[in-house]
């Protein structure tokens, strides 16, 4: 069975300075694709940045970067210069090309401190 | 654009009594979700639609009925409520690219206490 683990049930970091959020996953497919997404105290689920397998290179999205080690199967999400607004429970999630299922890690709760 | 909309925000229910979460979208997705997120947990998948009038069970059905008549609309409809049915369920879509797996868009959630 695929699994999504997300080893941190919270951390903490200070304003301006970088995390690291974990995710490692469990699959014998080939073709699939990661997602972090972010929920804030809205509850709005937020994509914050997305990888394709096939693609060696890590996705980056301003602030937010990923460090995808594919042999490994890990998918750790860096926030540099961290804001207050980056607050939030950050969800790791997996998903095999080709099917309609989306498997979601049970989160870790950042908290930016001022 | 409105994107994806769920009705109602929050709901109180008691045990055995039915109602339907209302799930709209505008962005003309093939693919509609429901999910079930429980205090500290992650979501898991009830039901899953890949058209209209096509829909399938995922992790955790029972309990929850779906229809989709429209491309559009994808309500989830629960009978006969108990306690364990006390979560935040979020509505989700996203596009159909062949070989591609597309980024969902989520509702805001619905709220509902089952007592």
């Known amino acids: 069975a695929q699994t999504v683990t997300q080893s941190q049930p919270e951390m903490s970091v200070q304003e301006a300075e970088t995390v690291t959020l974990s995710c490692t996953y469990d699959?014998?497919?080939?073709?699939?694709?990661l997602f972090w997404y972010k929920q804030p105290p809205s509850r709005q689920m937020i994509l914050v940045i997305r990888?394709?397998?096939?693609?060696?290179q890590n996705a980056t999205e301003n602030r937010f970067s990923v460090n995808f080690q594919k042999a490994a199967k890990s998918f750790s999400l860096k926030i540099s210069d961290s804001q207050l607004g980056d607050t939030a429970m950050y969800f790791c999630?997996?998903?095999?090309?080709?099917?309609?299922?989306?498997?979601f890690g049970t989160g870790t709760r950042l908290k930016v401190l001022a | 654009n409105a994107g994806v909309t769920q009705t109602p925000k929050f709901r109180i229910l008691k045990i055995g009594q039915s109602m339907t979460l209302q799930c709209t979208q505008d962005?003309?997705?093939?693919?509609m979700y429901w999910y079930r997120q429980d205090p500290g947990m992650g979501l898991k998948l009830i039901y899953y639609?890949?058209?209209?009038?096509?829909?399938d069970k995922g992790e955790v059905p029972n309990g929850y009925n779906v229809s989709r008549s429209t491309t559009e609309d994808f309500p989830l409809r629960l009978e006969l409520a108990a306690p364990s049915q006390t979560s935040v369920y979020f509505c989700?879509?996203?596009?159909?690219?062949?070989?591609?797996?597309?980024?969902?868009?989520f509702g805001p959630g619905t709220r509902l206490l089952v007592l």
């Open positions: 990888q394709e397998a096939y693609k060696q």
């Open positions: 699959t014998s497919e080939n073709n699939y694709y």
């Open positions: 989700a879509s996203s596009p159909s690219t062949s070989g591609v797996q597309e980024t969902q868009y």
């Open positions: 639609s890949v058209g209209a009038g096509i829909t």
């Open positions: 999630a997996f998903s095999t090309s080709g099917t309609y299922k989306y498997i």
């Open positions: 962005m003309n997705h093939n693919y």
